[in-house]
């Protein structure tokens, strides 16, 4: 059986780790990090994350939806704050069944790990850093504590994330790499909001919350511990901005004018926004994503997108998922497994960049105005009526697995009917009456 090289054991790495080892091959894991089990050292990323249809289908491939979902709190809507106080819940679809769910990342990522780990023919390393893979030869050259080590398999995946060594030697030594990066103008920065006295949550439970202030926003998801994790979404630069935001008045002052019912829940306001990093928001397209029958990219390496629609460790998952299928499909040609898997995916990543970006404009701007809900009972309502034939961009993206081109082409076609028909009604309407009364 094939051997395979993984760079990287985060949430696709172990997942993906997990898929390969029960197909038989054998998988060494290299991962940068000490063992997630050791401590907390995800640090620097979001603490939580929403996981929902496209990540649990992938799950459940391997038996582990369950064990992965036993902490997590399911989020029926969002709750809007707008700057009064006051407070507006419209859920994510007309089946209040249907809700995503807040997850720990760390427990995630060692479900995932420990997953791969059962069987025998995976091995996961951690402490080996990738500084770079020739291609030709399948080999990574590793830092490891005790020095540089040379690692060879039959191919070697990529699933090292955002800015991926694998992705870069793919750049240095494929002719006509196409690689493109954009950062958003907005950096973010987590925050908490802890549990109540007797343990309970201070704000409804299962909500994701969002204070949409338009060209910013704060969002909060709940933990099982009681606390929710706070993210403040705001721009770099700019006279209201992290960087013109440096002491304690500066801050209290920003969080008493936006945010005033949050500051009550936040008695760490001030450690956590001067301690805590802020992270950048990248958008990452690149092609291909495989070098012949050697290197593959999986995840974030291949696809980083910005975090508004809650789908980019979604998206990894359900790279897993397709990659396996095309390794299944053509298990004697892993370059032809390699290709297919490219195909499938890479017109989804790009159109899920897309919509990711495209969210953040509605969550921090449309999602406090009244036209936004109108739009989404409407949805709702349309959804109900004609079962099946509509479904709202949310629903697809979030509640099936339509492939995200696919959700947004016919998004696009659904919103042109509607709206086409909403505008037309009333001139029909009219010229009917017209009409009539010319014929009396
Ligand atoms: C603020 C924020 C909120 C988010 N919220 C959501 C959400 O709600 N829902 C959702 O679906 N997605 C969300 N995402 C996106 C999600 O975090 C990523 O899509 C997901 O983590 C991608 O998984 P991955 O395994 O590809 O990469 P990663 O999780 O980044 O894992 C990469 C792994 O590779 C290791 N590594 C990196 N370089 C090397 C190297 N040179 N050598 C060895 N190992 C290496 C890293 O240590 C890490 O363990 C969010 C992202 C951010 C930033």
Redesign the pocket.
């Known amino acids: 059986m094939a051997k395979f090289i993984l760079?990287?054991?985060?949430?696709?790495?172990?997942?993906l780790a997990a898929y390969l080892g029960r197909r038989g091959y054998d998988v060494d894991v290299?991962?940068?990090?000490a063992d997630?089990r050791e401590g907390n050292i995800?640090g620097g990323?979001?603490i939580?994350?929403?996981?929902?249809t496209r990540?649990i289908h992938a799950l459940e491939q391997v038996g582990i939806a369950h064990e992965a979902l036993r902490h997590a709190i399911p989020m029926r809507g969002r709750m809007i704050h707008d700057k009064s106080g006051e407070l507006h819940f419209t859920p994510y679809d007309v089946d209040p069944k249907k809700c995503?769910n807040?997850i720990g990342?760390a427990a995630l990522?060692t479900t995932v790990i420990e997953a791969a780990q059962r069987y025998p023919n995976v091995r996961v390393l951690f402490n080996?850093?990738?500084?770079d893979v020739d291609l030709d030869h399948a080999a990574a050259h590793?830092e490891a504590v005790n020095g540089a080590v040379t690692a060879r398999a039959d191919a070697i995946i990529g699933?090292?994330?955002?800015?991926?060594?694998?992705r870069k030697s793919m750049q240095m030594q494929i002719d006509g790499f196409e690689y493109d990066e954009s950062y958003l103008a907005h950096g973010?920065k987590?925050m908490t909001i802890p549990p109540g006295p007797d343990g309970s949550w201070r704000m409804e439970k299962n909500a994701l919350h969002i204070w949409p202030r338009k060209s910013f926003m704060m969002i909060a998801?709940p933990n099982p511990d009681g606390s929710f994790t706070c993210?403040l979404f705001w721009e770099f630069e700019g006279p209201r901005s992290f960087a013109a935001t440096k002491t304690d008045d500066e801050v209290r002052r920003f969080f008493a004018e936006e945010f005033p019912d949050a500051v009550p829940l936040m008695p760490m306001l001030l450690e956590d926004f001067h301690q805590n990093p802020t992270?950048s928001?990248v958008t990452i397209r690149c092609a291909p994503w495989y070098y012949r029958n050697k290197i593959c990219l999986?995840?974030?390496?291949?696809h980083?997108?910005?975090?508004f629609?809650?789908?980019?460790?979604?998206?990894?998952?359900e790279?897993c998922v397709v990659l396996d299928e095309c390794l299944e499909k053509f298990p004697d040609n892993p370059e032809h497994a390699f290709a297919k898997y490219f195909e499938h995916r890479k017109e989804n990543a790009d159109a899920l960049a897309d919509l990711a970006i495209g969210n953040f404009i509605e969550m921090r701007d449309k999602t406090a105005s009244k036209r936004f809900r109108a739009k989404k009972k409407l949805d709702h309502f349309l959804e109900a009526a004609l079962p099946g034939v509509y479904l709202p961009l949310y629903t697809m993206v979030t509640f099936t697995r339509i492939p995200y081109a696919e959700a947004a082409r016919r998004a696009r076609l659904q919103d042109r009917f509607i709206y086409g028909t909403l505008i037309c009604l009333p001139v029909l309407l009219i010229a009917a009456l017209v009409f009539r009364w010319i014929a009396r």
């Open positions: 760079i990287g054991s985060g949430l696709a790495g172990g997942l290299y991962e940068r990090r997630p995800v990323r979001s939580n994350l929403a996981i929902s990540g995503i807040s990342r990522n080996y850093k990738c500084a590793l699933v090292d994330g955002a800015f991926s060594a694998v973010y987590e998801l993210t992270g928001l999986v995840g974030d390496a291949a980083a997108v910005v975090p629609y809650g789908q980019g460790m979604n998206a990894a998952f790279d």
